[in-house]
């Protein structure tokens, strides 16, 4: 073994990085409350998940997960500083401790967990990949692109779904591949790609950043599963079910009704699963190093989570994406959480 990783400076540093961030993120809520803020990796720039408006202020589906973190620790949810990280530096940030968490569109795969010393603390958003395409092209599947280039960006999963797609259909494309999705989506608008591929979420808001975006069409077919959720290291279990239990809360807020609007109002239902959830009957934060009233302050602060998703991705928001998968089970949907008791 000491031979394999002399010979490897990779395997070194990723061993190194491991070893640092069991030993750093033992205690990683205790370091985050002495701090007084959390630190959260975020995306460089992508509308309704992460991207700072006109006054420089983070907004997103992925920035809100943040800041309900952020609300449950502190009843604060503005105690948090956001990292940009591009898809190549993200879990190096996290491994190092440089972030305590990553919010940032990031798929759950069995290397990144298993190899990487990360855990995926749930699912969060339900995606695929698919592509962008020209309108005057006529294309209504992926598999007429043979011959085609396209655009993707590097250190991601969707380079590796691209290459296995083409392959398993006997296909041929050129890829092209940039550093960051914005040189990546600016390449295919100015027509050095006829394509260009990532999730499909981040489609419908990459295509906002061309020319002239009602020229372009997100196909509805899909070649990958891209299960999102925000990611913490291994090492700290405390912390782990956490940033989990916040992502349940959210889901258990919205199916029980519970919303930023009501929320002090359900503190008076006669439901005992409201009365649980919302601290009224017995502590449920104690568990997690939080107070009592903990998913109380989550949804006063962002809502639950289909406000979270209507106002940044649905139909409150200008991209306009469809529920779907990402609907309540009850709903026919994929969202489904473990109760709060």
Partial sequence: MRKVLLKNPRLILAACLTLFALSASAQTLDTVRQR???????????????????????RGFDIDYCRAVAAAIFGDPDKVKFVPLSGKDRFTALQ????????????????REAGQGLLFAGIN???????????????????????ASICVQQGTTS??????YFRK?????????????DEAIKAYDSGRCDAF????SALYAERMKTS???????????????????????GDDRWFNLVKWTHFALLDAEELGVTSANVEEMRNSDNPEIRRLLGVEGDFGAGLGLSADWVARIVRAVGNYGEIFE????????????????????????QYAPPVR
């Fill in 96 to 111: 190092s401790g440089e972030v305590d968490l990553l919010s940032r569109n990031t798929t759950w795969t069995q290397s």
């Fill in 212 to 234: 002239h975006p009602d020229d372009h069409v997100v196909l509805q077919e899909i070649i990958s599963k891209e299960p999102f959720g925000p990611v913490v290291r291994q």
């Fill in 159 to 164: 380079e590796l779904n691209l290459a296995d």
């Fill in 36 to 58: 007084g803020a959390l630190v959260c990796g975020s995306n460089t720039g992508l509308a309704g998940f992460g991207l700072p408006d006109d006054r420089g202020q983070w």
């Fill in 197 to 200: 591929t990532t999730d499909g």
């Fill in 169 to 181: 259909f006997g296909l041929h494309a050129e890829t092209v591949v940039f550093t960051t999705a």
């Fill in 125 to 147: 958003y339900f995606d695929g990949q698919s592509f962008l395409v020209r309108k005057t092209l006529g294309l209504d599947s992926a598999k007429k692109l043979s011959g």
């Fill in 311 to 334: 106002r940044n991705l649905g139909q409150d928001s200008p991209l306009k994406i469809p529920r779907g998968f990402n609907a309540q089970w009850r709903q026919g949907g994929l």
